[in-house]
């Protein structure tokens, strides 16, 4: 009984931690299938996590909060497209000058509207969600996945990323695509803030992301660009993280293993999964290419 | 051309070296806040909380800042140095490296340090007993506790924390020799201090091992492990500054360093140049660490509980019961 307590626990806190990486992850993925690379993930996240908390805050509708997250999402995506793909800035550079940009815009905001540089006042038990971006995350990789297998504009999405020239001679705009596919991605990773802000958290507070815009990435080149794959990808990572902190503190023989050894375990599940333990991750072909 | 242009350079170079010296005799603080910012709801709030009272009841000039990033305090401390501030504060221990680099730099600045020891004749180190504090806090979670298990939520397994956590848990055997108590920590870099969602989880995670009570100092990721109190129905204490407020109810109590009252004691004594470098210590003796009560907790302190914990406190202060210290193990 114990045994499963001890499971059933564990297998809620990877849910729970996995959240922000599957959002932030699928995200990456309709971007990255377009054919742009996408590292400015953490900064969308982080959008999305105040945007989220400062609507959820002046509404007091969870729900609010989370739409206007995925606004926000695609409001500071659309930059990004423009950045990109208007006028053609390098992307890898883009995207870390967005997570700068991010970083120092946010605190700005956040001084007009409360005076604070910091978190934003907490949220209350009712507005914040109690599971629902659980399940919003699961739709999501179910409808990402059958969208891109049996629609039309989903093998529009995979033809701008592995061979746009041919989508062009059909008679497509690639660059409509990678608009729409790259806007659609920071919605997406705001969701993954948000689910920090108002279902993990109860406020955003400076850089509560902490690097999951980047694990979301690794979960992606993990998960070969796939949505279920991906998704599992995020869990392993989630699952990594769940076990890291039930073995703190743990002792073997007697002797306490320091506890920065088992804090570096989601990380070296990183580099072993990625080392090519999964064999080849093939990336789409025009991933990082101008027209 | 080139003549004028270099003319109107020293001009300005001139003009800017002039207005940044203070002529009006007006005290000029610089204060840098480290990485959880002015609003961490923690230490950082303390600490501002302390200059903004000396600025507006000592008249002094005050300007702030906030490292971003651990690799610009140094430059943010030479900047304020280097513009002839005549009292230079930085917050937390992250800190200690920039200043021992800066102070010497600077012989005619005075400098002070919150949590870290710095050994320059123009530095004045200011430390707190957090041991003894988190002894008196963990002997509150001792007797609050009905399942015999508390917990402790650390930011990072640094030594100051570690300080915490030994006096937290000497605390709690004081009272209860056979307690149980979990030890977790958030993370390994500066994110810890600022990652709620992972404390929420850790907090989570030790409630559901069947701790009720858990101690977090983890800066500004402890509303994680508040946030878990208040969902799971269960007790967490509070850090740095009196955070009973921000869950009514559910925090036992706070453990509470004065780090407002240092900052503006020191910001004080420089005014009347009274200022002096070396170590200040703050501990129960003087108030410079307490548990706190307000009317956000008083239903959770009983009488008894009170009454125990300052017969605990009288203790200490006379040195009846030795304090583990973790700053002095062997």
């Known amino acids: ?291 | 051309m080139v003549k004028n242009i270099l003319t109107t350079l020293l001009a300005l170079l001139i003009s800017s070296l002039f207005s940044s010296q203070s002529f009006s005799g007006v005290l000029r603080v610089g204060l840098v806040l480290d990485k959880g910012g002015k609003d961490d709801k923690s230490f950082n709030s303390a600490a501002y909380a302390g200059a903004t009272k000396a600025e507006k009841e000592l008249k002094i000039e005050l300007k702030y800042v906030e490292a971003t990033d651990t690799n610009a305090i140094e430059s943010l401390l030479r900047n304020f140095a280097r513009k002839n501030y005549d009292l230079v504060i930085g917050v937390g221990f992250a800190e200690k490296d920039s200043m021992s680099k800066v102070a010497p730099q600077f012989p005619n600045v005075k400098f002070a340090i919150i949590d870290g020891e710095v050994s320059k004749p123009n530095v004045r180190s200011l430390m707190f007993a957090e041991h003894e504090g988190a002894f008196i806090v963990g002997a509150l979670a001792a007797m609050a506790t009905k399942t015999e298990h508390v917990g402790f939520v650390g930011g990072m397994d640094i030594p100051l924390i570690r300080r915490f956590s030994m006096g937290y848990s000497a605390g709690a055997k004081y009272i209860k020799p056979k307690i149980n108590v979990s030890e977790n920590y958030v993370g390994v870099t500066g994110e810890a201090w600022n990652n709620p969602a992972k404390s929420k989880e850790l907090a989570i995670t030790q409630y559901g091992n069947g701790a009720d009570v858990i101690f977090v100092a983890a800066g500004a990721s402890n509303t994680g492990v508040f946030d878990a109190a208040e969902d799971k129905k269960k007790l967490a204490i509070g850090c740095d500054s009196n955070q009973n407020w921000i869950k009514p109810g559910f925090i036992l109590t706070s453990m509470f360093k004065a780090v407002d009252v240092a900052v503006f004691d020191t910001i004080k004594d420089a005014q009347q140049n009274k200022f002096t470098g070396g170590l200040v210590q703050f501990g129960l003796k003087n108030l410079g660490v307490n548990y706190t009560s307000d009317k956000y907790n008083e239903k959770l302190l009983t009488a008894e509980m009170r009454t125990k914990i300052e017969e605990i406190k009288k203790k200490i202060i006379l040195g009846q019961i030795q304090v583990p210290d973790y700053f002095k193990r062997k």
């Open chain 1, 1 to 291: 009984m114990d045994l499963f307590l001890f499971f059933t626990a564990l297998f809620l806190a990877t849910l729970r931690l996995a959240t922000p990486l599957v959002f932030a992850s699928l995200g990456g993925m309709i971007s990255e299938r377009s054919g742009i690379i996408n590292i400015a993930l953490e900064s969308f996240m982080l959008m999305g996590a105040f945007v989220g908390a400062v609507a959820a805050h002046y509404s007091e509708h969870a729900w609010i909060g989370w739409m206007a997250a995925f606004l926000g999402g695609l409001a500071i995506a659309a930059v990004y497209a423009f950045f990109v793909i208007e006028l053609r800035a390098d992307q890898i550079i883009t995207g870390m000058a967005f997570n700068l940009l991010a970083m120092g815009l946010i605190p700005f905001f956040s001084k007009i509207l409360f005076n604070s540089t910091g978190s934003t006042p907490s949220l209350p038990l009712e507005s914040r969600f109690s599971f629902e971006p659980l399940l919003v995350a699961a739709l999501l990789v179910l409808a990402l996945s059958w969208w891109l297998k049996n629609t039309r504009s989903g093998l529009w999405l995979l033809f701008a990323g592995e061979n746009p020239q041919a989508l062009l001679a059909s008679g497509v705009s690639v660059k409509k695509v990678r608009w729409a596919a790259v806007t659609l991605s920071g919605g997406f990773a705001a969701w993954g803030g948000a689910s920090l802000s108002l279902y993990l958290a109860s406020s955003y507070s400076p850089l509560m992301t902490g690097g999951r815009g980047f694990m979301a990435l690794a979960s992606l080149i993990f998960g070969k660009w796939r949505p279920v794959p991906t998704f599992l990808a995020c869990l392993l990572f989630a699952l990594a993280d769940a076990i890291q902190i039930r073995l703190q503190g743990v002792q073997i023989n007697g002797t306490e293993i320091p506890v920065q050894f088992i804090q570096i375990l989601p990380y070296i599940v990183t580099i072993i999964a990625l080392a090519g333990f999964i064999g080849t991750s093939r990336p789409p072909k025009a991933l990082g290419k101008e027209l």
